[in-house]
């Protein structure tokens, strides 16, 4: 059985919270940024968190500061987004992706096209 890449994902009420997850490779220098996207239907893929491997968070778009928290477990190749007060806005496929630093760019607003995703997705629900 293939584990999938990205987990976490659910139907939750306004308020609510989740943690998703990703697991992939290791990366532990700042020659990566690693991130996470989210793709609403019917709009374009957008950066939600984005952080320097093996550093700190680069970027939270403004939709999404205060309550979500980016973080990287290199033990476990796991990259993490914790996701509080949850809006019906934030409903959308979550995935996660990196990017060579020098092609991306960790800081400043990320643009999807110069990152690799990792998997399909987990999907987030909230519902009013």
């Known amino acids: 059985q293939v584990q999938p890449v990205e987990s976490g994902g659910g139907s939750v009420q306004t308020g609510g919270s989740l943690t998703l997850s990703c697991v992939g490779r290791?990366?532990?220098?700042?020659?990566?940024?690693l991130g996470w996207f989210r793709q609403a239907p019917g709009k374009e893929r957008e950066g939600v968190a984005i952080?320097?491997?093996?550093?700190?968070?680069?970027y939270y778009a403004d939709s999404v500061k205060g309550r979500f928290l980016i973080s990287q477990d290199n033990f476990k190749n796991t990259l993490y987004l914790k996701m509080i007060n949850l809006q019906p806005e934030d409903s959308a496929n979550y995935s996660c992706?990196?990017?060579?630093?020098?092609?991306?760019?960790?800081?400043?607003?990320?643009?999807?096209?110069?990152?690799?995703?990792w998997g399909q997705g987990t999907r987030v629900t909230v519902s009013s």
């Open positions: 992706g990196s990017a060579e630093e020098w092609r991306a760019g960790c800081f400043g607003f990320p643009r999807p096209e110069r990152y690799n995703f």
């Open positions: 290791k990366y532990t220098d700042g020659h990566y940024c």
């Open positions: 952080i320097v491997a093996g550093g700190a968070a680069s």
